[in-house]
């Protein structure tokens, strides 16, 4: 029921309001609903822009590559390959099928051909030019080739420089370089060779050579029947045994006439041997005198 008059209509006025209210809120719902007003806040839409957070957003197009000028660290399969070089062997030589004078001469050089079996038989040297890589001593004499020395004295074997490294039999190193076809045919000869390069054992005082000279230090030993002689050692005590005499001079003993003064040793000598072991005529051949180290 519905009052008329001033005083109800007073009571009824405060309703209008709550209903202006709730209109204006439908129609900032209605409003908002189109998408048509955004803030700066809004969300990406599917074509692009920026995100809410400000990062560009993805439109589903790849970015081009850009080629990188760093430095590859993956090592080139094309690079060549080293490998050691092989060694050279010694050319082939043509042996003489027996024992002459030109085998082998003085001025040749030689290389290793067969390695020395421990025990068993030395080393097999055949002639190479002086300039070949594998040339490693030069023959500096040689004697004659003749009879086996099974039946002369050894004072008849050739006397080799004081600089000579090794000697060798030439003989039995024919037989092994051709492999037991040549054959000596009962003669012999030997070669005195020096090495082309460092180490020289026959120079003075190194310990080795076929020869004992001045400079050169020994110990005492026994030669054939018994005769007192010297064994060749290092000077400076690191060869297999310390030294216990140092060769001052070299002499030869000779029967001289009635009357005259033989040669002899000189003062200070402690030990004199000769240089022969074999030689049955002891002082009368190379004489070696010795003092104390």
């Given at each position: 029921m519905i009052r008329t008059g001033i005083g109800s209509r007073l009571r009824a006025r405060p309703l209008v309001a709550p209903a202006v209210v709730l209109a204006g809120a439908l129609l900032l719902a209605g409003c908002s609903s189109d998408g048509s007003a955004r803030g700066a806040d809004a969300a990406p839409t599917s074509e692009g822009g920026t995100t809410a957070t400000g990062t560009p957003a993805s439109t589903g197009t790849p970015a081009p590559t850009v080629p990188s000028t760093a430095p590859s660290t993956t090592p080139s399969t094309a690079s060549p390959v080293t490998t050691a070089p092989s060694p050279v062997p010694p050319p082939a030589v043509s042996l003489p099928t027996t024992l002459t004078d030109d085998y082998l001469a003085a001025g040749q050089c030689v290389a290793v051909v067969a390695q020395a079996v421990p025990g068993g038989s030395p080393a097999t040297y055949g002639a190479v030019p002086c300039d070949h890589p594998t040339a490693v001593a030069r023959v500096t004499s040689r004697s004659r080739t003749t009879m086996s020395t099974a039946v002369l004295p050894a004072a008849q074997r050739p006397a080799c420089e004081g600089d000579t490294d090794f000697v060798l039999d030439l003989g039995p190193n024919l037989v092994r370089a051709s492999g037991g076809i040549t054959r000596p045919g009962g003669d012999e000869a030997y070669a005195c060779l020096r090495n082309l390069s460092a180490p020289h054992p026959g120079d003075p005082g190194q310990g080795g050579g076929p020869m004992i000279g001045v400079g050169d230090c020994v110990v005492k030993a026994t030669g054939v029947g018994g005769q007192a002689t010297g064994r060749e050692t290092k000077c400076d005590g690191t060869g297999t045994r310390k030294p216990e005499y140092k060769v001052i001079k070299v002499y030869t003993?000779?029967?001289?006439?009635?009357?005259?003064?033989?040669?002899?040793?000189?003062?200070?000598?402690?030990?004199?041997?000769?240089?022969?072991a074999d030689d049955k005529y002891g002082l009368l051949g190379p004489v070696a005198c010795a003092e104390a180290v």
């Amino acid at each position: 029921m519905i009052r008329t008059g001033i005083g109800s209509r007073l009571r009824a006025r405060p309703l209008v309001a709550p209903a202006v209210v709730l209109a204006g809120a439908l129609l900032l719902a209605g409003c908002s609903s189109d998408g048509s007003a955004r803030g700066a806040d809004a969300a990406p839409t599917s074509e692009g822009g920026t995100t809410a957070t400000g990062t560009p957003a993805s439109t589903g197009t790849p970015a081009p590559t850009v080629p990188s000028t760093a430095p590859s660290t993956t090592p080139s399969t094309a690079s060549p390959v080293t490998t050691a070089p092989s060694p050279v062997p010694p050319p082939a030589v043509s042996l003489p099928t027996t024992l002459t004078d030109d085998y082998l001469a003085a001025g040749q050089c030689v290389a290793v051909v067969a390695q020395a079996v421990p025990g068993g038989s030395p080393a097999t040297y055949g002639a190479v030019p002086c300039d070949h890589p594998t040339a490693v001593a030069r023959v500096t004499s040689r004697s004659r080739t003749t009879m086996s020395t099974a039946v002369l004295p050894a004072a008849q074997r050739p006397a080799c420089e004081g600089d000579t490294d090794f000697v060798l039999d030439l003989g039995p190193n024919l037989v092994r370089a051709s492999g037991g076809i040549t054959r000596p045919g009962g003669d012999e000869a030997y070669a005195c060779l020096r090495n082309l390069s460092a180490p020289h054992p026959g120079d003075p005082g190194q310990g080795g050579g076929p020869m004992i000279g001045v400079g050169d230090c020994v110990v005492k030993a026994t030669g054939v029947g018994g005769q007192a002689t010297g064994r060749e050692t290092k000077c400076d005590g690191t060869g297999t045994r310390k030294p216990e005499y140092k060769v001052i001079k070299v002499y030869t003993g000779k029967i001289v006439a009635k009357g005259s003064t033989p040669e002899t040793c000189p003062p200070g000598t402690a030990y004199e041997f000769p240089l022969r072991a074999d030689d049955k005529y002891g002082l009368l051949g190379p004489v070696a005198c010795a003092e104390a180290v």
